[in-house]
């Protein structure tokens, strides 16, 4: 019994308080980085550096603790080091999320699931060190966090972005100052500008970025797109985290 009631002492439950304080401070920190990056239409967002940073918080705080690894009952922990075994989880867990993250076209899918594997790994790892009150407040904050901004993100200010391909005849190309006015028109700033000619020079291609702080629905983008007059062809694809 004495075993069991020794992850739950009072000095065990202060130590596992003063964690939580850090991981709230961690959320607070990688929120405010991720909306940022979420902001400007990265693919990595709010839960994404939210779950690191909390993930990394949580790594870091425990070892200031070292006397109360494992319940406080072992008697010498530099003898019970655990750090080598810690390296070995998160490298291989490092490739399990390397393997969930998937590029599709301009869009990067699975940074998040791949941050909710990391923090995973951290969590266990904390459960395997003792700190069951800190392991059960990270899991609780992860769901909280991943559920949360599900709801939340569609209504923050952001940029949207999307990135088109625009194809003409070598003998009919609209300037760039005339492609610029009509996005502008369309409710989109050409943020970044790429060339291609093509076909042995017979047909010429613009490659844009356009963001636009207002959401857009891209079927009425693509249908003013199909309308331009001399266009050959063009694609669409508007970025996604």
């Not at 002492?9 to 596992?16: A, G, Q, Y």
């Not at 425990?62 to 998160?90: E, F, H, T």
């Not at 047909?203 to 356009?210: P, T």
């Amino acid at each position: 019994m004495e075993l069991l009631t020794a992850y739950w002492s009072h000095e065990e439950l202060v130590i596992n308080g003063i964690i939580m304080l850090h991981l709230m401070g961690a959320l607070a920190v990688g929120v405010l980085i991720g909306y940022e990056r979420s902001y400007h239409g990265r693919a990595a967002g709010i839960r994404t550096y939210a779950l690191v940073c909390v993930g990394s918080t949580l790594l870091t705080v425990v070892n200031a603790y070292p006397d109360m690894w494992y319940g406080g009952l072992v008697q010498s922990p530099a003898a019970a080091d655990p750090s080598r075994a810690i390296q070995g989880i998160l490298t291989g867990i490092g490739f399990l999320g390397a393997g969930v993250i998937i590029k599709e076209g301009f869009s990067i899918r699975g940074l998040t699931t791949a941050a909710s594997i990391w923090l995973t790994a951290t969590v266990g790892i904390i459960i395997g060190l003792g700190f069951y009150g800190a392991a059960m407040s990270t899991a609780l904050l992860s769901v909280l966090l991943m559920s949360g901004s599900r709801l939340i993100e569609p209504y923050l200010p952001r940029e949207h972005t999307a990135h088109v391909a625009l194809t003409f005849p070598r003998n009919h190309v609209p300037s760039s100052k005339a492609v610029q006015e009509l996005m502008a028109g369309l409710g989109y700033t050409v943020a970044n500008w790429n060339f291609e000619l093509t076909a042995g020079g017979e047909r010429y291609g613009y490659h844009l970025e356009l963001k636009s702080t207002r959401p857009h629905d891209p079927t009425q983008l693509a249908e003013a797109l199909s309308s331009i007059e001399g266009l050959i062809e063009f694609s669409l694809a508007p970025s996604r985290s």
